[in-house]
């Protein structure tokens, strides 16, 4: 949840497993259901999603055990999973991806409108964070960086009949 002068704004962002790359993101003055599934349709519309080797990892937020989104789940062939109730370590991708966002993006900050703290985390997750920010898992290269290596590897990869490792989803 992000404070701002107009109430709160929340984020669902959407992270790659893989790469660690946001791959989508939306944020809404309420904390539902329909939020994430927004967050979802974009990550479904900006990725090649095969059924069957996606896992969307959430915690037991009511907006993650919904119907709507379970079900949106199932139509998509993608497959969801929950960590045992309290347990950050279960969701740490998503955790962490959040407290980046708090300490690196958010805090001392004083959004005055939603409007501006969106665009604070465009800023942040579009501008910096997938294409610059570097991460020690990656090998010392950004989420964009990492995947764009990933996928030249593979192109080398598949000339060979080799079966490259997909990506997963998480939120």
Known sequence: M?????????????????????????????????????????????????PGELIHHADHGCQ????????????????????SVGDSYDNALAENLGMLIKTECIRGRVFATRAEANLALFEYIDGFYNPRRIQKRLGYLSPIEYEEKHYANQATTEQVNLKPRQPTLTS
């Open 2 to 50: 992000i404070p701002t002068g107009e109430g709160p704004l929340w984020l669902s962002a959407i992270r790659d497993a893989f790469s660690r790359r946001v791959v989508a993101w939306k944020t809404s003055a309420r904390a539902d259901a329909d939020l994430v599934l927004a967050s979802l349709e974009y990550a479904l519309a900006s990725r090649e999603v095969t």
């Open 64 to 83: 993650y055990t919904s119907v709507k989104l379970t079900t949106r789940l199932v139509r998509a062939g993608i497959q969801a999973s929950m960590g």
